[in-house]
């Protein structure tokens, strides 16, 4: 759908830097006294192949997602859930088109939905489709817009895809990525975003996000997560120079 020009500031982001950020000691839940501990799981039934350049979410409860990426050879399109309680790999329904390599999913719990965008098919970046899996029905659906950068976010991979909640609503977040892809691959870095967009999932309509402020530098590569119900962290990533990054940016989403 296009963005209506009369919303096209509904959503802003307020972004602040972090000088630095240091991690001392752990936390713990309720009843599981004692720092964590990373423990192997042998799996006794199916389980994904190895890759790199895939996705991972998580639904808040009992299940890790795990989507796409390069095996030794091509790309996948499969998506698969670890089960926490029962240490199992369950295989679902694959998602909709080719098998793609940088794609990008989230996990919203208010539709109980998983969201899936963006990534690289082998030749471009992939947009202008949200595919939305349905955990309940094992299956898929697709939501399609213009990506043109103007009523929609262009093609990207290597971007962030989060939920966020903003003043009661629930917004799907595509921030930075590669738009581009370098002619030295992997060994190099393309044309990178600095744009940040909001999908509202009820109403399904992009907004571009206002950045107000400072704002992070062009990147794909990074790590994101959520802060809060209405904030994001990005750390570090590959800018257009080929440089690695290391800074650390909090940005929050205001309604207008």
Known sequence: MEKPTSLAAEVASTWLQCPKMEIYGATTTPGNPGPPSLQQVDPSSAYPEARSYHSMTTDGRDAIYLHAGCPEKGRLNDLWAFQISTKKWIRLAPAPGEGMGGTSITFCPSGDCLYRMNGFDGTSECGGVIDIYHPEMDSWSTKSFNADG???????????????????????????????????????????????????????????????????????????????????????????????????????????
């Open 150 to 256: 103007v009523s929609g976010p262009e093609a990207r991979s290597v971007s962030a895809l989060l939920c966020v909640q903003v003043a009661g609503k629930c917004y799907i977040v595509t921030a930075f990525g590669e738009h581009d892809p370098s002619s030295l691959g992997h060994a190099g870095a393309g044309k990178m975003l600095q744009n940040v967009w909001a999908w509202d999932t009820k109403e399904e309509i992009w907004y571009e996000v206002a950045q107000e402020g400072g704002s992070p530098a062009p990147r794909g590569w990074f790590a994101a997560q959520n802060y809060g119900d209405d904030s994001i962290v990005v750390h570090g990533g590959l800018a257009e120079d080929n440089s690695r990054l290391g800074d650390v940016w909090v940005g929050k989403l205001n309604a207008e």
